[in-house]
């Protein structure tokens, strides 16, 4: 049985051979204004809370403390577009047709796709 390996930086979904799809990942290396337009509020219905993210000093934070239920807070660091991680998490913000970001996706722990509300400025 033969075993295939992607290139660095691609992902590999699938088996046998005939079925793999591979797609390069691309770091990001967001702008400050980029940066600057995922900063807000951001509700979640399904958890109750509402959670800050703030843009300073060149870096976007999230301003929450760890729990047991979400170990993400912090420095966001880039990851793809429009994806960050923090602590044990993923963030991915979500926009609207006109690219006006209106909410994100939230994933840590056992949760997967949480998702939040940008609220009104």
Known sequence: MATHVAPEGCA???TPPSYVRRS???PATPGAAELASYAGRYHSPELGVTRPITFDHGALTLGTTPSELM???GKLEPAMQGTFTAGGGTLQFVPDAS???TGMTLSARRMRGIEFDRLPD
């Open 12 to 14: 590999v979904d699938g």
């Open 99 to 101: 690219g006006r970001v």
């Open 71 to 73: 170990d993400i807070s």
């Open 24 to 26: 390069r990942t691309v």
